[in-house]
């Protein structure tokens, strides 16, 4: 069971998302907020799988308030305006529905988060043998944890690069990274996740795998930063 909050300044359409939820047997809906200061203090105090969430709001735009929350929270975006698709998708959203959207194609989006959400709960399993399975083609292919030195976004797919091959798979950046336990990898980057242990040197706005120089995006500065001050023995 997913547990979900939906935040929107119009109040019709927190109906709209709460009358269809009710469709949805994995969806349990457990607030609504106008106000996303509100829906803030409540995720502080409650576990929130997913939310469903305006973009063009008052105050702060849902692309704010996802940038602002931790993950692994997914979300859905619901909007009437469909220019803004292109930078939800660049926050890693699960979906993007806009207004207005039928049953069918709200199911779908939520299905797609189900997905997600047991992608990430089976590869938490996993880890624990310090090894993944990585969907490349039609093959699955078994990687050692600590083969890999960084994961790169390459149009529709991901690469990850180990210390002699790399493997492609059809992935977004948000499903490399629940693949990869958040204690031996950091994303620096939305395009890039690197390996803790192969760090060899990183400064603000680089970090060195080895020879290979990636860049730091500014939005995971303070991240970075905070994981090797956690990690000085990485």
Same mark, same amino acid.
């Given at each position: 069971?997913?547990?979900?909050?939906?935040?929107?300044?119009?109040?019709?359409?927190?109906?709209?998302?709460?009358?269809?939820?009710?469709?949805?047997?994995?969806?349990?809906?457990?607030?609504?907020?106008?106000?996303?200061?509100?829906?803030?203090?409540?995720?502080? *105090?409650?576990?929130?799988?997913?939310?469903?969430?305006?973009?063009?709001?008052?105050?702060?735009?849902?692309?704010?308030?996802?940038?602002?929350?931790?993950?692994?929270?997914?979300?859905?975006?619901?909007?009437?305006?469909?220019?803004?698709?292109?930078?939800?998708?660049?926050?890693?959203? &699960?979906?993007?529905?806009?207004?207005?959207?039928?049953?069918?194609?709200?199911?779908?989006?939520?299905?797609?988060? *189900?997905?997600? *959400?047991?992608?990430?709960?089976?590869?938490?399993?996993?880890?624990?043998?310090?090894? &993944?399975? &990585?969907?490349?083609?039609?093959?699955?292919?078994?990687?050692?944890?600590?083969?890999?030195?960084?994961?790169?976004?390459?149009?529709?797919?991901?690469?990850?690069?180990?210390?002699?091959?790399?493997?492609?798979?059809?992935?977004?950046?948000?499903?490399?990274?629940?693949?990869?336990?958040?204690?031996?990898? &950091?994303?620096?980057?939305?395009?890039?996740?690197?390996?803790?242990?192969?760090?060899?040197?990183?400064?603000?706005?680089?970090?060195?795998?080895?020879?290979?120089?990636?860049?730091?995006?500014?939005?995971?500065?303070?991240?970075?930063?905070?994981?090797?001050?956690?990690?000085?023995?990485?």
């Amino acid at each position: 069971m997913l547990k979900a909050i939906a935040i929107d300044d119009e109040p019709i359409a927190l109906e709209v998302i709460k009358s269809l939820a009710a469709h949805v047997g994995f969806i349990q809906l457990e607030a609504c907020f106008t106000n996303s200061f509100k829906a803030m203090e409540h995720m502080q *105090h409650h576990q929130t799988d997913l939310i469903f969430l305006d973009i063009k709001m008052p105050n702060i735009s849902g692309i704010e308030f996802l940038k602002s929350i931790k993950d692994p929270t997914m979300v859905i975006f619901t909007t009437a305006y469909s220019e803004h698709a292109v930078h939800s998708f660049e926050v890693d959203a &699960i979906d993007y529905l806009l207004k207005p959207f039928s049953l069918p194609r709200f199911l779908k989006a939520c299905n797609k988060a *189900h997905e997600h *959400h047991e992608l990430r709960a089976n590869n938490d399993l996993s880890t624990a043998g310090r090894s &993944i399975f &990585i969907k490349s083609g039609y093959e699955q292919v078994r990687v050692e944890l600590t083969d890999i030195l960084y994961a790169e976004s390459v149009g529709n797919y991901v690469q990850f690069n180990l210390a002699t091959n790399t493997v492609v798979s059809r992935l977004t950046m948000a499903e490399a990274a629940d693949m990869l336990p958040e204690k031996d990898f &950091i994303r620096i980057h939305r395009s890039v996740i690197v390996a803790a242990k192969h760090i060899t040197k990183t400064d603000k706005r680089t970090v060195w795998i080895g020879k290979t120089e990636l860049p730091v995006g500014a939005a995971y500065q303070n991240d970075l930063e905070r994981f090797i001050t956690k990690n000085k023995r990485i």
